[in-house]
């Protein structure tokens, strides 16, 4: 079992920069890859980048650059580092971890971008 949280999220201007943070721990030595995934009011949640156990991350999309997916020393945290925020970054982050046989979710953490 897998337990994920996430920390960083509010409310924040457009035009600046967030980090979000996801803490894993139980048993993380079955973590193949962790992700971020995004949800907007009312529309599907959808994958942001990942980065697996050698910490190469691949991206969605390009999004221009704005996103970044990195891992702690520690190794059972990563970070979504998000700059130039618009409004429709406006949504709920979530954080994934991904065994051989099941993926785990944390509970989400909400991001508001004001104009």
């Known amino acids: 079992q897998v337990h994920l949280v996430e920390s960083g999220g509010g409310l924040v201007q457009a035009g600046g920069s967030l980090r979000l943070s996801c803490i894993a721990s139980?048993?993380?030595?079955?973590?193949?890859?962790m992700a971020w995934y995004r949800q907007a009011p009312g529309k599907g949640r959808d994958l942001i980048g990942e980065?697996?156990?050698?910490?190469?991350?691949n991206y969605a999309n390009s999004d221009e650059g704005r996103f970044t997916i990195s891992r702690g020393t520690d190794k059972s945290t990563i970070y979504l580092q998000v700059d130039n925020l618009k409004t429709e970054d406006t949504a709920i982050y979530y954080c994934?971890?991904?065994?051989?046989?099941?993926?785990?979710w944390g509970q989400g953490a909400q991001v508001t971008i004001s104009s």
């Open positions: 994934s971890a991904e065994t051989v046989s099941v993926r785990f």
């Open positions: 139980g048993s993380i030595f079955t973590i193949n890859r």
């Open positions: 980065i697996d156990s050698a910490d190469r991350t």
